[in-house]
């Protein structure tokens, strides 16, 4: 089946610019994760859904980032007045719970957001 | 809150040699820890993972063994072939809210 996709998947914009990025998890998926991947470092995490369960918004660096997940499926994160630090790679996960050994995170291919 | 240390950042060996990476958290109460592998460009993939409950898992080549009164869990390559070549990262969580990676190692096998 179709895995985890995101769009767009590079993004460039200007320093203060407002920017969102789409995550489309697998079907089925309950659980959604967004990370921020910058240029040779480990995965941060940012937020996380699970069904209908308020967010874990901790790992948001700052309030000009936020991101809902409408119906359960797809998810947006927005990113407002865009800084020059926010350049990363934006990676978006989707797993499956419930189910026994439904650890598995599946990753879609990011995307790369570039503020200039 | 929960912090994954990775070692090395990167790692060279001659192909067919054994490759080990490590990681230790802070967070004794983390009882899942998975292995990802990213390969230049693409996307992290799971490779393996452990529960708290085992001390050992393998999988043909690869490895995972974890410590969980030292807090340290390894990530073990035998008989390394140049597609091995990737980033690898470990990660721990608790409750699977968050995952907390380590900053990656960088594997280099050289034909």
């Known amino acids: 089946g179709a895995g985890v996709s995101q769009s767009p998947s590079n993004k460039v914009t200007e320093k203060g610019k407002d920017v969102e990025l789409r995550c489309d998890p697998i079907s089925g998926h309950t659980a959604l994760y967004w990370y921020r991947q910058s240029l040779g470092q480990g995965l941060e995490f940012l937020i996380y859904f699970q069904g209908n369960s308020a967010p874990d918004k901790s790992g948001l660096p700052s309030d000009r980032f936020s991101a809902e997940r409408t119906g359960g499926s797809v998810s947006t994160l927005t990113i407002q007045r865009t800084q020059q630090e926010d350049s990363a790679v934006y990676l978006c996960?989707?797993?499956?719970?419930?189910?026994?050994?439904?650890?598995?995170?599946?990753f879609g291919p990011g995307t790369r957001l570039t503020v200039t | 809150g929960e912090n994954v240390e990775q070692h090395p950042s990167t790692l060279s060996v001659q192909e067919g040699d054994s490759a080990v990476i490590k990681c230790t958290y802070s967070d004794s109460a983390s009882n899942y820890f998975p292995w990802y592998k990213q390969e230049l460009g693409k996307r992290p993939q799971l490779i393996i993972d452990i529960r708290s409950n085992v001390g050992e898992k393998k999988d043909q080549r690869i490895a995972v063994t974890l410590n969980k009164t030292a807090k340290h869990f390894s990530l073990h390559i035998t008989e390394t072939q140049p597609e091995d070549s990737a980033v690898y990262f470990c990660a721990a969580t608790q409750n699977f809210n968050k995952f907390y990676f380590g900053s990656g190692t960088k594997l280099n096998v050289k034909p």
């Open positions: 996960a989707s797993r499956a719970t419930g189910a026994v050994g439904s650890y598995e995170q599946y």
